[in-house]
């Protein structure tokens, strides 16, 4: 089956740590994006990257990083500068930026902060 | 600029009515829509998408949507709302670059048996 996987479906992180979210998609696509959804404040873009080693911030891109090193991976670290953690994180991605191409999303990962 | 939205925070009908659920949205550019739908703790699904063709656009379970330039509108409808059919559904506007992506705050459709 093609699509998107993320793990862990749910996530615990004390204050102070990094904690490391999966994202691999086998859909060939160039383009990978990383969503926070908060209740009643839709989707808010985090990071996104057109093509392997590279990235770009997107709105809300402190306390956060990536890395793309592959083209299937696009795995997020949420460090201990992000103030309010706690949220549902969404990966996505399009076979390329263009505004024609729909994003396909995975399953998202809670994370709570402790 | 672009932004997107969606009229209603929630939205509540009987199963068996019609469904209708308002998107308008504004951009510089010429945009392409999307319909989304999540259902709790689970992904986004595209329901359908405008991308300039046909102003009347299909989608799955027996969604659609019509574009309206003139009214900057694009409204979801379905002639029938099914039990499974409750969830929450995401407007979004698209145009120009990866970035260039803006969701609507969601509407909660909530049918009743």
């Known amino acids: 089956d093609g699509g998107i996987t993320q793990s862990p479906k749910y996530l615990f992180r004390k204050e102070g740590q990094n904690v490391t979210l999966s994202c691999e998609q086998n859909?060939?696509?160039?383009?990978m994006y990383w969503y926070r959804q908060d209740p009643g404040q839709g989707l808010r873009l985090i990071y996104y990257?057109?093509?392997?080693?590279?990235?770009q911030k997107g709105d809300i891109a402190e306390g956060y990083s990536v890395s793309r090193e592959k083209k299937e991976s696009f795995p997020l670290t949420v460090t201990s500068a992000q103030k309010n953690p706690t949220a549902f994180y969404l990966c996505a991605s399009s076979m390329t930026g263009d505004s024609l191409n729909e994003q396909f999303f995975g399953p998202g990962t809670r994370l709570t902060v402790l | 600029a672009q932004s997107v939205t969606q009229l209603d925070s929630h939205v509540s009908v009987s199963e068996g009515t019609p469904v209708l659920l308002r998107c308008n949205y504004s951009?510089?550019?010429?945009?392409?829509l999307f319909w989304y739908v999540q259902h709790p703790n689970k992904g986004l699904q595209l329901l359908l998408k405008?991308?300039?063709?046909?102003?009347l656009v299909k989608g799955i379970n027996g969604f659609e949507a019509e574009f309206k330039k003139s009214e900057t509108s694009f409204h979801l409808t379905k002639p029938s709302a099914h039990m499974s059919d409750a969830a929450e559904y995401f407007c979004?506007?698209?145009?120009?670059?990866?970035?260039?992506?803006?969701f609507g705050t969601g509407t909660k459709l909530q049918v009743i048996p």
């Open positions: 859909l060939n696509h160039d383009a």
């Open positions: 405008y991308t300039s063709a046909a102003t």
């Open positions: 990257s057109q093509i392997v080693n590279d990235f």
């Open positions: 979004v506007v698209r145009s120009g670059g990866y970035q260039k992506v803006t």
């Open positions: 951009s510089s550019y010429s945009p392409s």
